[in-house]
């Protein structure tokens, strides 16, 4: 720059930059930003190790003795259980999530306000208060009505009427990311609409929309947790119900530590099967 | 004897936007008419009219004696006896070239799996791509995906077949394959409406040439006549335009 007297306006500086720090070159700058941010991460960590009380987590969240309890309900009872609802729930929210976004694109208005009325209230709800009204208000307001499964089905309707609301705005997407001509295409071959629909738009919306559905699965998953306020019994619990009640029984929290792995056992695969699709998808646009 | 196409007082608007302002028109059986025109002159609108992928704001499209205007009529039925082939190609991209030239055959006509594999491959050969049959349209160049579409099309046994500018989205050394296996269509006595910007083509193969401006036909008659002698000012500027190497950006 020195070179240069002549200019006398400043060069746009990057924000944050520190005017005494006009002689450094931006290389430079870069490499004193980030060992600030290791300095900053490595005092935290210092801190949280230095006013922890490491004997009390250790009698607290990892007693082997109260572990030993967890075995083999953990993953017999409980897991499966939590595997049981997300599943239930997730294949009646696709399947109410596929028919609201048909619906929200229909040509018919009523349809469409349905669909959307439909969204905004099971969007808007809080997931913890559906599993209250349908578990507890609904029995009481038709006192004849029994759900099939008991309370797997409750947990199946109730997580199935939430996470369609979700997947209804997804597929949507999906459905609308497909090219115009295709439906053209399948029209002008004397394919009705839905014939089209089904056998040419929706398997492209689907492929589009695998990502962030698996997405939703994950958030299903930890959502089946809200099972404990429609109360259930022991054969019914699921991960965190359970170690809950067991962390309840023994003062301790160590049950909880444990419910809590095994749910990163089943979300972290899943989390990276996301990843590799997502990857593959952008390689293949 | 009954026009393939009959087409009379035809009107489009898009909103505010008149698109085509009263078209009368008719096609022969047998016959290969070319519509030709400058962009925005309504000449793909009017062939989407005729199998009802634009719905017309007034007038009436007769084709093989069904009125397809009319309230009651089976418009998927109506569109299985017209092919149609897109700028785009419209393939369907998750399935492989075999499927797309067999899934309309079996979901719209009911036809057999082994009836519908013999005549999907017998088009395919007609086209000369039956060698890409497992491929995906994604492995295929635009020729031989335009080429799949045209096995599609006619893989349902069309009595017309309605051609939207088949050649303008592909690299130009690829559009001779797809003029050749229309030309050879035309040979075997297909009816065909062709909106195209190939003069070449459109002076060799059509019967008729239609020019078309303002959404309006201007010129209508054998190709000798609208391209070779041009009656109208406008078909003759608009030819200046085309076939004038120093405007060749047309």
Redesign the interface.
């Known amino acids: 720059m020195s070179d240069q007297p002549k200019l006398t306006e400043p060069l746009p500086s990057p924000a944050g930059a520190v005017p005494g720090g006009a002689g450094l070159s931006p290389r430079q700058r870069q490499t004193i930003s980030r060992g600030v941010q290791y300095v900053i991460f490595v005092v935290l960590v210092a801190l949280v190790v230095s006013l922890a009380d490491w004997a009390a987590i250790r009698e607290h969240f990892l007693d082997m003795k109260v572990a030993e309890n967890l075995f083999p309900e953990i993953f017999t009872v409980a897991l499966k259980n939590t595997v049981i609802y997300t599943i239930s729930g997730y294949v009646l929210g696709f399947f109410l999530g596929l028919l609201v976004a048909l619906m929200r694109l229909s040509s018919a208005a009523p349809n469409r306000w349905v669909a959307l009325v439909y969204i905004e209230v099971f969007r808007g709800l809080p997931a913890v208060l559906v599993f209250i009204l349908l578990g507890l208000a609904v029995p009481t307001a038709f006192p004849g009505i029994r759900f099939p499964f008991d309370e797997y089905g409750v947990v199946a309707i109730a997580l199935g009427l939430v996470s369609a609301a979700y997947m209804a705005e997804t597929i949507r997407a999906g459905l609308q990311a497909v ?1 115009k ?2 439906m ?9 609409y839905s ?1 089209a629909m089904i ?2 738009v929706i ?2 919306a689907l ?1 589009i929309v695998i990502p962030p559905l698996t997405n939703e699965l994950i958030l299903l998953f930890k959502d089946s947790s809200l099972v404990f306020a429609i109360g259930v019994t022991s054969a019914t619990s699921e991960l965190t119900k359970f170690g809950q009640d067991i962390a309840t029984e023994y003062a301790d929290s160590t049950p909880l530590l444990l419910a809590g792995a095994t749910y990163l056992l089943i979300t972290i695969p899943l989390g990276i099967v996301v990843r590799r699709l997502e990857a593959r998808q952008a390689k293949a646009r | 004897m009954a026009h393939a196409v009959e087409i009379r007082d035809l009107h489009k608007s898009f909103g505010s936007l008149e698109v085509l302002k009263g078209i009368d028109f008719d096609v022969e059986p047998g016959q290969v008419v070319c519509v030709i025109g400058p962009s925005g002159s309504g000449k793909s609108t009017l062939l989407r009219c005729v ?1 009802l ?1 634009e719905q017309p704001t007034a007038g009436t499209v007769v084709v093989e004696g069904v009125e397809l205007t009319h309230r009651d009529v089976d418009i ?2 109506a ?2 006896r ?3 082939v ?1 700028q ?1 190609f ?5 399935m492989t070239v075999l499927q797309n030239v067999m ?2 055959q079996r ?3 009911k036809r057999g799996k082994a009836e519908a594999e013999r005549i999907a491959r017998e088009n395919l050969d007609r086209v000369g791509l039956s060698e890409k049959a497992a491929s995906y349209p994604a492995q295929l160049s635009g020729g031989q995906q335009q080429r799949v ?1 045209i096995a ?2 006619l893989a ?1 046994s069309p009595s017309l077949m309605l051609f939207d500018e088949p050649t303008s989205a592909l690299d130009p050394e690829l559009v001779g394959d797809v003029l050749t296996v229309m030309r050879k269509l035309a040979e075997e006595g297909m009816t065909m409406l062709v909106v195209t910007h190939e003069m070449a083509f459109a002076r060799e193969v059509a019967d008729r040439v239609v020019f078309m401006d303002g959404g309006v036909i201007v010129e209508d008659g054998p190709p000798a006549q609208v391209i070779g002698a041009p009656r109208h000012e406008r078909t003759k500027s608009f030819l200046r335009r085309v076939l004038d190497p120093t405007h060749t950006d047309v």
Request: hydrophobic content about 45%; overall charge positive.
């Open positions: 090219p001509g295709q053209e295409a399948a029209r002008s071959l004397g394919m009705s014939r056998t040419v398997p492209q492929r | 199998n992928l998927d039925a569109r299985r017209v092919g149609m897109f785009q419209n393939l369907f991209p998750h899934i309309a979901r719209v006509l579409a599609r099309a349902m």
